[in-house]
């Protein structure tokens, strides 16, 4: 089925801080699917804009600042690969969610993405639920509920702020959302092993074209983003079962 046979009824608005609906910027060099993605998108209450191609899309990303973007991979000139890994290495547009819209359904290519920082993974054709229901998980404020704040030693995440701060003194951990997800999940969840399925229901729905590698990856994003501060050495692979976050003061040390 067609994306455009698959247009339901809107799923409301979401907004941001400023109350207008939240911007997302759909790049693909094809006119048909870029403006049948855009027609969906609006459908369910999101504000687009639209670019052609990487240039385009960064000048587009500089001025306006978008809540997300959908990326083609390849395009003429510069291909989506080449933005997302420009993006994600300036600090000013690092945290901003990148989901990368392709045809390419190789794993290796799923893999290849998300190690550069894409925060998600679709590919043509892409169901209109399937769409708004993943980018309304990257965009929402309170994807995991709960109220306050979790704190092991000097490590300590808020839920509300949507922040990672630890060392002393105190710093910021960059985290993108599903990196701060599978860290909140861990640490709800202190000295448990957690099967890397576990993971996927709590961070992904249990989406079945998301497997454990994926998991992997983001261990990984994780654990890169911990070692400045010492905590990286807190989440143990068990071998053949998934994941242990230690909670011991020690763990860390």
């Known amino acids: 089925m067609t994306l455009a046979a698959e247009v339901g009824e809107g799923n409301g608005t979401m907004e941001s801080r400023n109350g207008m609906p939240k911007k997302i910027l759909v790049v693909d060099d094809t006119v048909d699917f870029r403006e049948l993605l855009t027609a969906v998108l609006e459908h369910a209450g999101f504000q687009c804009v639209m670019a052609d191609n990487a240039e385009q899309a960064r000048l587009i990303i500089e001025e306006e600042r978008p809540d997300i973007v959908l990326l083609d991979w390849v395009m003429p000139g510069v291909s989506g690969v080449e933005l997302l890994r420009y993006l994600k290495s300036k600090v000013t547009f690092a945290q901003i969610p990148i989901v990368m819209v392709t045809s390419r359904d190789r794993e290796e290519d799923r893999l290849r993405v998300l190690e550069l920082g894409a925060d998600d993974y679709l590919v043509k054709p892409v169901k209109p639920p399937v769409l708004i229901a993943r980018i309304e998980a990257l965009l929402s404020q309170g994807a995991i509920s709960a109220d306050g704040m979790i704190k092991i030693a000097d490590l300590v995440l808020d839920f509300k702020e949507q922040t990672v701060m630890a ?71 068990i071998r053949g079962q998934g994941y242990r976050f230690l909670g011991s003061t020690q763990a860390a040390s």
Request: proline share 4%.
């Open 167 to 237: 060392g002393v003194p105190s710093a910021r951990v960059e985290l993108g959302r599903i990196a701060f997800r599978i860290l909140a999940f861990f640490m709800s969840n202190p000295d448990v092993i957690l099967g890397r399925e576990a993971v996927l229901r709590q961070v992904w729905g249990g989406d079945d074209k998301v497997g454990g590698r994926t998991v992997d990856v983001y261990v990984r994003h994780l654990r890169k983003a911990l070692e400045p501060c010492g905590h990286h050495h807190r989440i143990e692979t």
